[in-house]
Antibody, heavy 115, light 108 residues
């Protein structure tokens, strides 16, 4: 069974750094792209970027380029999304999903940034 | 930048057919995908490559494409189909993704 399991909810202060994770199982992790999607409170889905675990090829949405960093650790079948300096506007649920067309999704990670 | 446009809301009575549209200039060349998102849950893929239904998705869900418009049809909508529906496609490179704004389907 394909599963993507994400790390737990986070509460952070503005300016702090954060790295959330997405662990894949039940399939060949290195074969399929992993994408990240943001959903701000009460809003729609926003595509942030994708990474290929096999060669770490990364594509960012222009809206998120320079704002976040996507990475992967093949040895533990895990993709990451990180921020170096959080803003209140980063408050959202972040989803990871498999393949360029997002066939399987993680359960989401709630990130709250508040002073 | 590339955009997909959906109506904010659609409302039908149980048993009626619900149609949700998604328009975008590259849809004649790039596939459309549809996701169902129930309140408090992660999205679920219900249609891929314009018209294909993943295993486990009820047959009442179907997809079609005509020119620059993709349509998700729910034939005989049920109360449990009430959710937000998001269309998705890729940009001209095939790697950059974009979502429509989402459509809230009400079945009552």
């Amino acid at each position: 069974e394909v599963q993507l399991v994400q790390s737990g909810a986070e509460v952070k202060k503005p300016g702090e750094s954060l790295k959330i994770s997405c662990k894949g199982s039940g399939y060949s992790f290195r074969t399929y792209w992993i994408g990240w999607v943001r959903q701000m409170p009460g809003k729609g889905l926003e595509w942030m970027g994708i990474i290929h675990p096999g060669d770490s090829d990364i594509r960012y949405s222009p809206s998120f380029q320079g704002q976040v960093t996507i990475s992967v650790d093949r040895s533990i079948n895990t993709a990451f999304l990180q921020w170096s300096s959080l803003k209140a506007s980063d408050t959202a649920i972040y989803y990871c999903a498999r393949r360029t067309y997002l066939d399987y999704w993680g359960q989401g990670t709630l990130v709250i940034v508040s002073s | 930048s590339y955009e997909l446009t959906q109506p904010p809301s659609v409302s039908v009575s149980p048993g009626q057919t619900a149609r949700i549209t998604c328009s975008g200039d590259t849809l004649p060349k790039k596939y459309a995908y549809w996701y169902q998102q129930k309140s408090g849950q992660a999205p679920v893929l219900v249609i891929y490559e314009d018209t294909q239904r993943p295993s486990g998705i009820p047959e009442r869900f179907s997809g079609s494409i005509s020119g620059t418009m993709a349509t998700l049809t729910i034939s005989g909508a049920q109360v449990e189909d009430e959710a937000d529906y998001h269309c998705y496609s890729t940009d001209r490179s095939g790697y950059g993704g974009v979502f429509g704004g989402g459509t809230k389907l009400t079945v009552l």
